[in-house]
């Protein structure tokens, strides 16, 4: 029996009940358990627009199990609308703003539980932020993945058609409708393994969905049957009393990076999940992923690391059969919203057949489970991510090695130096990059623009038959979770907080390793310098030219970027 938080509250003021009536509430409702609804639902993209009609489904389960519930909203927004503009500068600044926007919604009155659903990006992390923050009883419902497009391609093909577009290739004006017509088939996130599809298995990983809920198809009965399920759910949380800090435990955080190293996940990751657990005073250092993606086999085969799509991977199994095979890696006697361990939830999961019965429909696409999941003795290699640190990255910097090619694990060449992505795009645009350089993006960090993702010039190279396979990209701004190939990020500290990043210049020599987990500048000028000459190169510098002073900003944007921490500890603030 849940005892309602509010019902102390209720008797200071007459008008609260009066206006919950107005609102369309009867008299018994607001005596019983109230449970906050709050989702992203709006138009804004295909991982939101379909929201309501979890919420909806929440709301019956609630209902059902004798609570009331109430929905609130606060649209998210789409990286994919923002590329190659301004817009971009925003977006991260936007986790923040969607979850002070859930505290103060979750704060105005004692709620009972709490019903989180979002798709993608950053409401994903907004939402399980606020649970941390707000610590009241609270479960998430993923919104699920998109419908694969022709072929088995994703909405990436943007890519390759936008890369033709602007140097004005051949290119003709149906093939790029086409595109835009079957590009996003259907609501949901996109069916990649980005940073939404990945901030979804991490919400599962952690323990905070339902188990098997992440990446279900958004256009099938199960996600529906999730979000049912969630509301009853919340309300045996809410009576039992488990709250996030009961579920969100340095060692849930743990099994989470376990399964982001296993699947290849976003590199967004690394700010999202230690963003998160600071809201529950547990720190998460880059020396922690490093350490499990030393020893954690990668047996995802995920587009864009692999060949398969994220419905497939659902088909197959999903974060379940990923936690099933790696149970040895991890803490199985974790608490999660079902009420149960990992282990248990687990074998409850073997016990109803849940791990065989999707796999009729991979069989509809000529796959095995084998296919998407790989057993661990054919497991790809180990980890999918790495620390970089060095002299141009003292506290480290971030790669998705299952994204990046065997011959460009490591590589040594001369920096081309820009001050913005736009910089570095045109460069690419007009074919002024050269074979074997390393691209420098700098001042696009948290406090430098707000952290912008670099998807438009990491996919400008990839596409790009010259330049793939032989450029890198390093930068103190972030990588869309579908970046492909040599792309270092979050170099911190950022050039903006007058880091080394800030002070080296076109043709100065960039090496790194991935393996030997290594980024330095060895070389100054186009010639080869030992460390204490480029030291003290990159002090003069510093001395005579300072940081690049930063444009004058307003609102939410100015608030983020005055006061963002480093991207090694989650760029939040």
Not at 13 to 36: H, N, R, T, Y
Not at 352 to 365: E, I, P, Q, T, V
Not at 396 to 402: Q, T
Not at 500 to 506: C, D, G, R, V
Request: charged share 20%; aromatic share 6%; proline share 5%.
């Amino acid at each position: 029996m849940v005892q309602q938080r509010s019902a102390s509250e209720r008797l200071l003021w007459a008008q609260f009940d009066a206006l919950q009536l107005g609102s369309g509430w009867d008299e018994p409702d607001i005596k019983k358990p109230q449970i906050l609804i709050e989702d992203v639902y709006g138009d804004s993209h295909p991982g939101s627009t379909h929201l309501d009609k979890l919420s909806e489904q929440a709301k019956y389960g609630v209902f059902e199990c004798g609570g009331y519930p109430a929905q609130f909203h606060a649209t998210d927004i789409c990286d994919g609308c923002a590329q190659g503009h301004d817009g971009m500068n925003i977006i991260l600044a936007s986790r923040e703003a969607l979850c002070d926007m859930v505290e103060v919604h979750g704060s105005v009155s004692s709620w009972d539980g709490l019903v989180l659903s979002s798709s993608c990006d950053k409401s994903i992390p907004a939402h399980l932020k606020a649970a941390g923050r707000l610590d009241l009883p609270a479960i998430f419902v993923p919104g699920g993945s998109m419908r694969p497009g022709p072929h088995m391609t994703t909405s990436l093909l943007a890519g390759d058609i936008s890369l033709r577009q602007n140097r004005g290739d051949a290119i003709a004006d149906q093939e790029v409708r086409d595109y835009k017509l079957t590009g996003c088939p259907s609501a949901g996130a996109c069916t990649f393994l980005g940073t939404a599809s990945t901030m979804q298995c991490m919400a599962e990983a952690l323990g905070m969905a339902l188990p098997g809920s992440a990446l279900a198809p958004a256009t099938m009965r199960d996600i529906l049957s999730y979000a049912r399920q969630a509301g009853r759910q919340i309300l045996t949380l809410a009576a039992e009393g488990i709250l996030p800090s009961d579920i969100m435990t340095r060692r849930a955080f743990e099994n989470a990076i376990v399964v982001h190293s296993a699947i290849g996940g976003s590199t967004n990751a690394t700010i999202h999940l230690p963003s998160i657990a600071r809201e529950l005073d547990i720190d998460l250092p880059p020396e922690l992923f490093d350490e499990i993606n030393h020893r954690v086999p990668y047996i995802g085969n995920i587009d864009p690391s692999g060949d398969h799509l994220t419905e497939s991977f659902w088909f197959a199994g999903g974060v379940p059969w990923v936690q099933w095979l790696l149970r040895d890696y991890l803490h199985l006697d974790v608490m999660t919203v079902t009420g149960r361990t990992l282990g248990e939830n687990l074998d409850a999961l073997h016990q109803d057949n849940f791990f065989h019965r999707n796999l009729g429909y991979l069989a509809n696409y000529g796959l095995e489970r084998d296919d998407v999941i790989k057993p661990l003795d054919k497991a790809a290699g180990i980890g999918s991510l790495a620390f970089l640190k060095g002299n141009l990255a003292p506290e480290g910097s971030v790669v998705k090695y299952s994204a990046c090619a065997e011959n460009m694990r490591s590589h040594r060449g001369p920096a081309r130096v820009f001050d913005s992505e736009e910089e570095a795009y045109a460069a690419v645009i007009r074919n002024q990059i050269r074979p074997h350089d390393i691209i420098v993006i700098r001042y696009e960090g948290p406090r430098g623009s707000g952290m912008p993702e670099m998807l438009m010039t990491t996919e400008a190279i990839v596409c790009d038959q010259r330049l793939n396979g032989t450029v890198s990209l390093v930068t103190d701004g972030r990588f869309s979770g579908a970046t492909r190939g040599a792309a270092i990020g979050h170099v911190s500290p950022e050039a903006a907080a007058g880091g080394p990043l800030a002070f080296i210049q076109t043709d100065d020599i960039i090496e790194y390793s991935i393996a030997e987990r290594s980024l330095d500048v060895v070389g100054i000028d186009g010639r080869e310098a030992a460390e204490e000459e480029v030291q003290k190169v990159l002090a003069k510098r510093q001395e005579e030219q300072g940081v690049k002073p930063r444009p004058k900003r307003t609102g939410l944007f100015k608030r983020y970027t005055d006061s963002a921490l480093s991207a090694m500890d989650g760029a939040g603030y």
